[in-house]
């Protein structure tokens, strides 16, 4: 048996190895960013609000935090049921500024707003887009009184 021989079974084995090692992210980037974007953004900005420790906003936090939360729990539902893994999301689209929380928390709430406006809404969905939109919604008029 020569080297050419040999040469051939193990580059096809390691081309096939290549490929299951890398076909699941290949799968999860062809899932269409939208939801998993919104997913992502609402995750950071409620971690900038829990940041943030003024006790004069803390009532608008609190419930800003909540409709997020509801945000982000409907729109897994629509994600999972447009064929998205909604524990697979992107980094958030933009960095943040730890020392503005508030500011950056609805920076990434628009965004998420936009992303959930450009997802589709299956009709077994019965609303979730919608909800969604007004949780995010909520969120930021519970934040207005201090930067709008």
């Given at each position: 048996m020569n080297m050419r021989t040999l040469k051939s079974p193990v580059t096809a084995a390691f081309v096939l190895l290549?490929?299951?090692?890398?076909?699941?992210?290949?799968?999860?980037?062809?899932?269409?960013?939208?939801?998993?974007?919104?997913?992502?953004?609402?995750?950071?900005?409620?971690?900038?609000?829990?940041?943030?420790?003024?006790?004069?906003?803390?009532?608008?936090?609190?419930?800003?935090?909540?409709?997020?939360?509801?945000?982000?729990?409907?729109?897994?539902?629509?994600?999972?049921?447009?064929?998205?893994?909604?524990?697979?999301?992107?980094?958030?689209?933009?960095?943040?500024?730890?020392?503005?929380?508030?500011?950056?928390?609805?920076?990434?709430?628009?965004?998420?707003?936009?992303?959930?406006?450009?997802?589709?809404?299956?009709?077994?969905?019965?609303?979730?887009?919608?909800?969604?939109?007004?949780?995010?919604?909520?969120?930021?008029?519970?934040?207005?009184?201090?930067?709008?």
């Open positions: 290549t490929l299951v090692i890398l076909a699941p992210g290949t799968q999860a980037k062809a899932q269409g960013p939208a939801y998993l974007h919104a997913i992502s953004d609402l995750r950071s900005a409620r971690e900038y609000l829990q940041r943030d420790a003024s006790p004069e906003r803390e009532h608008a936090r609190h419930h800003a935090i909540d409709e997020i939360t509801a945000a982000i729990q409907d729109i897994k539902v629509a994600a999972a049921d447009d064929g998205k893994n909604p524990w697979r999301t992107p980094p958030p689209q933009s960095g943040g500024d730890p020392d503005a929380p508030i500011h950056t928390a609805i920076r990434l709430l628009k965004e998420a707003r936009s992303d959930v406006d450009h997802g589709r809404d299956m009709p077994q969905n019965n609303g979730l887009r919608e909800r969604s939109v007004d949780h995010i919604d909520k969120a930021l008029r519970e934040l207005q009184p201090w930067f709008f």
